[in-house]
């Protein structure tokens, strides 16, 4: 099956919903997707609530695009339903090498092989997140810059593994978003923005 048109992506799976994830939800909200969130923590639904509730009024005053709306989004706390149809994932779990290894292994059982899977990881190579996919040529790290909904900017670089292809789509789908691109043509610990945010500040 081919991939879908990176500039007509309606229906984005959200996995993790913490401070970035969330603002990634957000983001994708007010770009005028569809968007599914996934989050096992008790309290996780609670918290992203919260999020949308600071965050969307700093949405209205920026612009929202046409059709977006809070109404979009949906919660689970299954995964398997969360990617279920989903045109794109965004993995944001907690920053933990392991943690984010077991989610991709997991990511790449339950979606389509020509779906593309993102990471929001601050520091993890994507050589060693997607060690373990069957299908590692669609991984990709989209690190942002916190909050994701207010800062446009985003670091795009892939492994070893993956595909040039799946950059390049990556690149058109959060130009679409409405992202300003950082396309990196090689992994650094520690990514460029981070450095630069070191360096500057």
Not at 5 to 33: E, H, M, W
Not at 64 to 81: M, V
Not at 103 to 132: C, N, W
Not at 182 to 201: D, H, P, S, V, W
């Amino acid at each position: 099956m081919s991939r879908p048109d990176p500039k007509n992506v309606k229906r984005v799976a959200c996995i993790g919903t913490g401070t970035i994830g969330g603002g990634f939800v957000a983001q994708f909200l007010g770009s005028g997707y569809d968007v599914i969130a996934y989050d096992p923590g008790s309290s996780a639904r609670d918290f992203l609530e919260c999020l949308l509730d600071q965050a969307w009024p700093v949405l209205e005053k920026v612009g929202l695009k046409p059709g977006a709306s809070r109404a979009r989004l949906s919660f689970t706390q299954d995964i398997e339903e969360a990617v279920a149809g989903a045109e794109f994932v965004q993995e944001s779990v907690p920053e933990d090498l392991e943690l984010k290894v077991g989610t991709y292994e997991k990511l790449d059982e339950l979606v389509p092989p020509h779906i593309v899977i993102g990471s929001s990881t601050a520091g993890f190579p994507m050589t060693d997140i997607q060690k373990r996919c069957k299908f590692p040529g669609r991984t990709v790290v989209t690190h942002p810059v916190n909050p994701p909904y207010l800062i446009p900017l985003i670091e795009i670089v892939g492994g070893e593994k993956t595909d040039r292809a799946v950059l390049d789509w990556t690149v058109d789908f959060f130009e679409a978003v409405g992202k300003r691109v950082l396309r990196m043509e090689k992994e650094i610990y520690g990514f460029l923005i981070n450095r630069l945010q070191t360096a500057l500040f």
